[in-house]
């Protein structure tokens, strides 16, 4: 073995090892680094943002998670050489404004986006009351998601029990893992008691696709794997209780949603780092990412491999217990 190939298999040995001792964490490969940030953020700004309705939700809270605070009218000329945060407040609120008060989804993202936006009022008593009157026996799974949530965006309140028991109901109905992942978002703003809610994990999680052999998707590609992800940690917050989804799997999705790095759409790419962020904040599964810094090259001048530790946001992780067993390095042109 030459000492090139000793020093890539030494090194592809301690990532190896660090990824396998990180006490109980789960370990990937890669994360959602600076230059995929820069590129969400430059998409929320773009054109795409205004495009529509939710175009302008979806840019306005990936933007949010993202940490930017959208601009007010006064502070317009200071981004206007900026090729990011082109866009103030008031362009978002003008398109959000333009909602059809009689329809559901419509009154959802507007709701959702005033409420992200924070200086963008809505003035919708129609809407408020079409909003109420979609909590009733025969709405489906999907009606009840979008009045529950764009009630509590605008600060209603709904009866959580009522609720409860019309979700209930609507998924006695149609319980497909879409409606699944949509009664977890729906139970997770609820109270009280989550546990018809969260034994209905582990069927939702059942019926997700692998890819290969390290891959793990929801049928409907990204934005469904995305909603149904996200309810499930959101819910399993709220709940207080471990989700019951494997290790395993955890890593397979992430994997997934990491391979989607460069979505393009508004909607897929808010709904991505949503739910990247509930895997590196959750409560109970948190992936962690191994990789080498910097050449990882090998030598008697550099003897040493620093390898980062982020989770999958890139993010620093907090004290870890490493256990490097044994590592051989190879000092002879041949063995």
Same mark, same amino acid.
């Given at each position: 073995?030459?000492?090139?190939?000793?020093?890539?298999?030494?090194?592809?040995?301690?990532?190896?090892?660090?990824?396998?001792?990180?006490?109980?964490?789960?370990?990937?490969?890669?994360?959602?680094?600076?230059?995929?940030?820069?590129?969400?953020?430059?998409?929320?700004?773009?054109?795409?943002?205004?495009?529509?309705?939710?175009?302008?939700?979806?840019?306005?809270?990936?933007?949010?998670?993202?940490?930017?605070?959208?601009?007010?009218?006064?502070?317009?000329?200071?981004?206007?050489?900026?090729?990011?945060?082109?866009?103030?407040?008031?362009?978002?609120?003008?398109?959000?404004?333009?909602?059809?008060?009689?329809?559901?989804?419509?009154?959802?993202?507007?709701?959702?986006?005033?409420?992200?936006?924070?200086?963008?009022?809505?003035?919708?008593?129609?809407?408020?009351?079409?909003?109420?009157?979609?909590?009733?026996?025969?709405?489906?799974?999907?009606?009840?998601?979008?009045?529950?949530?764009?009630?509590?965006?605008?600060?209603?309140?709904?009866?959580?029990?009522?609720?409860?028991?019309?979700?209930?109901?609507?998924?006695?109905?149609?319980?497909?893992?879409?409606?699944?992942?949509?009664?977890?978002?729906?139970?997770?703003?609820?109270?009280?008691?989550?546990?018809?809610?969260?034994?209905?994990?582990?069927?939702?999680?059942?019926?997700?696709?692998?890819?290969?052999?390290? %891959? &793990?998707?929801?049928?409907?590609?990204?934005?469904?794997? *995305? #909603?149904? @992800? !996200? /309810?499930?940690?959101? =819910?399993?917050? $709220?709940?207080?209780?471990?989700?019951?989804?494997?290790?395993?799997?955890?890593?397979?999705?992430?994997?997934?949603?990491?391979?989607?790095?460069?979505?393009?759409?508004?909607?897929?790419?808010?709904?991505?780092?949503?739910?990247?962020? %509930? &895997?590196?904040?959750?409560?109970?599964?948190?992936?962690? *990412? #191994?990789? @080498? !810094? /910097?050449?990882?090259? =090998?030598?008697? $001048?550099?003897?040493?491999?620093?390898?980062?530790?982020?989770?999958?946001?890139?993010?620093?992780?907090?004290?870890?217990?490493?256990?490097?067993?044994?590592?051989?390095?190879?000092?002879?042109?041949?063995?």
């Amino acid at each position: 073995m030459r000492r090139g190939e000793c020093a890539s298999l030494l090194r592809l040995l301690l990532a190896a090892v660090l990824g396998a001792q990180l006490c109980s964490a789960l370990s990937l490969s890669t994360y959602f680094g600076p230059e995929d940030k820069a590129r969400l953020k430059s998409l929320f700004t773009s054109p795409k943002a205004l495009a529509d309705l939710p175009s302008a939700h979806y840019a306005a809270y990936g933007l949010s998670l993202l940490g930017e605070k959208i601009t007010n009218p006064q502070a317009r000329s200071k981004w206007r050489c900026s090729i990011f945060l082109s866009f103030v407040l008031q362009d978002y609120c003008k398109v959000l404004k333009t909602v059809d008060q009689k329809n559901l989804e419509a009154l959802y993202h507007a709701a959702s986006g005033s409420k992200v936006l924070g200086n963008c009022p809505l003035d919708i008593p129609e809407g408020k009351a079409t909003l109420q009157a979609a909590l009733k026996e025969d709405s489906s799974v999907v009606q009840l998601y979008h009045a529950v949530l764009a009630l509590k965006a605008l600060g209603v309140s709904v009866d959580s029990s009522k609720v409860s028991q019309l979700l209930l109901s609507a998924l006695k109905k149609d319980d497909n893992m879409v409606n699944l992942g949509y009664a977890f978002h729906v139970a997770s703003v609820l109270g009280g008691n989550l546990t018809p809610f969260t034994d209905r994990i582990e069927d939702a999680i059942v019926q997700a696709d692998e890819v290969g052999s390290d %891959l &793990l998707q929801f049928e409907g590609g990204l934005s469904v794997t *995305a #909603t149904i @992800l !996200s /309810g499930v940690y959101r =819910l399993a917050e $709220a709940a207080k209780k471990a989700p019951t989804v494997t290790k395993e799997q955890v890593l397979k999705f992430a994997n997934y949603l990491l391979s989607r790095k460069n979505v393009q759409p508004v909607k897929g790419a808010a709904l991505l780092y949503d739910v990247l962020k %509930l &895997l590196a904040t959750n409560s109970y599964h948190v992936p962690v *990412a #191994t990789s @080498l !810094s /910097g050449s990882g090259a =090998l030598s008697k $001048a550099s003897p040493t491999v620093v390898v980062q530790v982020t989770d999958v946001l890139g993010s620093p992780l907090g004290p870890l217990s490493v256990l490097l067993n044994k590592a051989v390095v190879c000092l002879t042109a041949k063995l």
